[in-house]
């Protein structure tokens, strides 16, 4: 079974840098898109920015134009690299694996990670 370990949170200040990790135990199938999600306690999980298994990417409004999410194959690690931060970026990001429609149908869920958290200070 796949497992996901997030990592890279931490404290930034505001207009700093920060590079997720999330390293998959195990091979992730070649057909499954991979994206990043962030939460803030008591809110809905918000989607920040995917990558297809054709290595195509797309980003939700929220951090668009601040982060850029890639991923290395061979190392079975998805990355997120975000900058310009601010205060309101402040929240645990997850990742997931995203199998494709047949998988679905056929049963197989995505997996999650359990989260880096991390603070952007004024």
């Known amino acids: 079974q796949v497992q996901l370990l997030e990592s890279g949170g931490g404290l930034v200040q505001s207009g700093g840098s920060l590079r997720l990790s999330c390293v998959a135990s195990?091979?992730?199938?070649?057909?499954?898109?991979m994206d990043w999600y962030r939460q803030i306690p008591g809110d809905a999980r918000e989607w920040i920015a995917s990558i297809e298994a054709d290595g195509r990417t797309s980003y939700g409004a929220l951090m668009k134009g601040r982060c850029t999410i890639s991923r290395d194959i061979a190392e079975n690690t998805l990355y997120l690299q975000m900058n310009n931060l601010k205060p309101e970026d402040t929240a645990t990001y997850y990742c997931?694996?995203?199998?494709?429609?047949?998988?679905?149908?056929?049963?197989?869920?995505?997996?999650w990670g359990r989260g880096t958290k991390v603070t952007v200070s004024s």
């Open positions: 195990g091979s992730i199938p070649s057909t499954d898109a």
């Open positions: 997931h694996t995203r199998p494709s429609m047949a998988d679905y149908g056929a049963g197989r869920q995505g997996v």
